[in-house]
């Protein structure tokens, strides 16, 4: 098994990094020919960059739409973020002094992060409107996350399995240096679903990770008045002299 | 009222509920499909192509490649719904595709499935659907039920406007001979005759004489109505309804009326007869440039110093955030304004400079409330400060009446609703749909009339102004209820004697 982990992982860190580099290149590639920051928008360039910190961090807009959904999005999002904080800690030797710091809190992010995601599964079989616009990949985007929020969290409350090898195997695979991974059912599935979730990252729903960054509409000053602003291929159609 | 629909029961404006799925409730609410006189003059197939399925395909392939906002839109939804009960034409009809993201998908679920390669594999998993005719039917209904009022934007977490992609399906559609009939219709009737309404310039010409004779007798000034006179300081570029339809030309009194008293030359001009671009509606890059050269050309050959537009939405939208990217650099003009600019700024700045003075009491006995028009709320600005769309406006018509309120803090400034009528909606075969779009603007006028003496409700766009006019009725208002920001200058502005 061991075997097997280490060719899916490299195999999935490929696939992620790869598919999500080449979203984000063509994402960057692609002209946003006119200026349609969804106004009142900062007039600086520095002030959207602001914006954009904001929706990424606070959810700005999601607030104004909906309380209930932004306190489950948050309770999802800060909840992952703080667990993947606490896993920094098996793939890094010596552990930085932060990761351990926060360690005890990633218990606390991965109830939040399961919390979160129930309630947000909830939402979607009870409230019909959103019923009507999920899909077969919205639940089980739903069920991979608390798949692996699950089986970890059993490993940390009910069986633990064997930590020190597991982060022996990571460290390992970093340097090219496979080391035997446990075997542990939960270990498993836990390291199977998230290496899936690796693997569907750049070609799901997902994408609203970098798309956040790229969206014109929350990234743009609204300046156009100042300054003239010109798509190459909008600028080629001027030269065509019409 | 003649109708074979119901217009919606007004509920309460704190609560606002949301309705019922009523799928299928809109189906029928068709827009016409242009002719092929309407397509071909504006460089579209006539009908549509026997293998519209692959051109449609290759033209959406194309737009992916041209604007990074129907790429990251395409990718980044989550199916979150934050956006499901914000749309109007949502509120007041309850049918599920009036959803911003149901809407939006008619046009993703194409997407996965010809240019991602889990909707190829996996089309079920993702909603990835095969672009069949009646796909393609539900994409002509419900893109032309989109007002491209860009309410639903505000609200996504991901800053997705369903604007974008509604533009991108008809710049689709018409690249394949499916044409709406009312936008493109007009669009040529912009390139034939110079202006959305078809008015040629003799008539217009007429019409303003007519004018400045009954503004002669009313205020014994002899306040102008000029058109292309050269080495005027100010070109002024309105929406044509402002020629002639009420209350539209009401503002335009008042757009002369502030010239006159603040001593500034202007004049229109008779190739830039028309502020409103269609172009915009269709989505269609090329036409909104051709549309808004004629302005760039009119200034040029009248050898204006400064563009002012009057009050219109989707032509200030234009006119402020794209004009200087479609026509501009503006080098040949006065640098010490901005270009554009719009009435209400020229008019708050005079007003506040003392450059005009106001009489309140002109306006004895109006109480106005006011409507933000979407595309200056959500898509655009004046003045020099965030947020200046919301109170330039209000500022001048505070200072032409003795009390103004303001409406539910929910409908008003960004949150704006649509007045149902905008995006290329503006026609008649559309009245079920406008009636019903307009509900949630009217729970809140109904809320401010009722409880707080509203009388009347002040647009600064030519299709609200002509939308409200319609739709008023419906809801027991009298169509006079909607007034242009100008018609108060107008009333309250004192003329001569102005040292």
């Known amino acids: 098994m061991t075997t097997v982990f280490a060719i899916l992982f490299y195999a999935a860190f490929a696939v ?55 306190i489950f999005a948050i309770l999802f999002h800060f909840g992952l973020f703080l667990v993947l904080a606490r896993h920094l800690r098996y793939f890094q030797e010596p552990v930085w002094s932060v990761v351990a710091l926060i360690q005890p809190l990633g218990v606390y992010g991965g109830l939040a992060m399961m919390a979160g995601l129930a309630l947000l599964l909830l939402r979607r079989i009870v409230v019909a409107r959103i019923t009507y616009i999920t899909g077969p990949s919205d639940y089980l985007m739903l069920l991979l996350l608390l798949g692996i929020g699950a ?67 929350r990234n743009q000053s609204d300046d156009p008045r100042e300054r003239r602003h010109l798509a190459p291929w909008a600028a080629k159609l001027e030269a065509g002299g019409n | 009222m003649a109708a074979d629909f119901e217009t919606p029961v007004l509920g309460d404006v704190e609560e606002r509920p949301t309705p019922a799925l009523a799928c299928g409730a809109m189906a029928g609410s068709k827009s016409y499909v242009a002719a092929p006189a309407h397509n071909e003059a504006l460089g579209f197939p006539g009908e549509l192509v026997p293998d519209w399925q692959d051109k449609a395909i290759a033209r959406m392939g194309e737009l992916l490649g041209k604007y990074r906002s129907l790429q990251v839109f395409m990718d980044s939804c989550v199916k979150c719904g934050a956006c499901t009960d914000k749309c109007h034409y949502f509120l007041g009809t309850g049918d599920p595709k009036n959803m911003p993201v149901a809407r939006q998908d008619l046009f993703r679920s194409v997407y996965r499935r010809y240019f991602t390669p889990v909707g190829k594999m996996f089309p079920g998993l993702v909603g990835a659907k095969e672009f069949t005719r009646e796909l393609l039917d539900d994409w002509f209904n419900y893109f032309h039920q989109c007002s491209q009022c860009r309410r639903c934007s505000v609200f996504c977490p991901y800053g997705i406007d369903t604007a974008e992609i509604s533009m991108a399906a008809r710049e689709i559609m018409d690249s394949i001979g499916l044409g709406q009939k009312y936008c493109n219709e007009i669009i040529g009737k912009v390139h034939k005759i110079g202006n959305n309404l078809g008015l040629p310039g003799p008539a217009l010409i007429d019409n303003l004489e007519g004018l400045e004779e009954d503004l002669k007798d009313e205020t014994g000034q002899d306040v102008r109505f000029p058109i292309d006179e050269e080495g005027a300081e100010v070109l002024l570029v309105t929406p044509s309804a402002d020629f002639f339809a009420e209350p539209h030309v009401l503002g335009l009194i008042g757009y002369a009326k502030v010239f006159h008293a603040a001593g500034v030359s202007w004049t229109l001009s008779t190739k830039a007869t028309e502020a409103g671009n269609f172009g915009m509606f269709i989505g269609n890059y090329e036409q909104m440039r051709k549309i808004a050269m004629r302005i760039r050309e009119a200034a040029m050959e009248l050898k204006v110093k400064r563009i002012v537009f009057g009050e219109c939405g989707h032509a200030w939208r234009v006119a402020y955030s794209f004009l200087n990217t479609l026509v501009g650099p503006w080098d040949f003009l006065d640098p010490r304004y901005p270009v554009p600019q719009h009435i209400l700024e020229v008019t708050n700045d005079l007003i506040k400079r003392g450059g005009i003075r106001l009489d309140k009491s002109a306006n004895e006995g109006i109480v106005p409330t006011f409507h933000d028009s979407c595309n200056v709320a959500r898509a655009s600005r004046m003045g020099d400060f965030e947020g200046g769309q919301f109170v330039i406006p209000r500022e001048v018509v505070k200072a032409c009446v003795p009390r103004f309120v303001d409406m539910h803090p929910d409908t008003t400034h960004e949150k704006t609703f649509c007045c149902g009528g905008g995006g290329g909606l503006l026609t008649d075969e559309l009245m079920e749909i406008r009636v019903k779009g307009a509900k949630p603007r009217m729970e809140a006028l109904t809320d401010v009339v009722r409880n707080q003496g509203v009388t009347h409700m002040v647009s600064i766009c030519a299709i609200c102004k002509a939308q409200f006019t319609k739709i008023l009725p419906y809801y027991g208002f009298d169509r006079e209820v909607v007034v242009s920001a100008h018609q108060l200058v107008s009333n309250a502005i004192i003329l001569g004697n102005n040292d």
Do not use: C
């Not at chain 1, 200026?35 to 002030?47: C, D, E, F, N, Y």
């Open chain 1, 151 to 217: 089986t970890g969290m059993a490993m940390k409350g009910v069986a633990h399995t064997d930590i020190v090898a597991v982060k022996a195997f990571f460290l390992g695979l970093m340097r090219f240096d496979i080391q035997p991974l446990p075997a542990d059912g939960a270990l498993y599935a836990h390291l199977f679903l998230v290496a899936v979730l690796m693997i569907v990252f750049p070609f799901s729903k997902l994408l609203h990770v970098p798309g956040v960054f790229f969206s014109p509409t």
């Open chain 1, 16 to 70: 992620l990094v790869a598919g999500l580099g080449m979203k984000i290149a063509q994402f960057a590639r692609t002209p946003a020919p006119l200026k349609i920051p969804t106004t009142p928008a900062p007039l600086t360039r520095q002030g959207a960059a602001f914006r954009v910190a904001r929706e990424v961090v606070v959810f700005e807009s999601l607030f104004k739409s909906n309380k209930p959904l932004w």
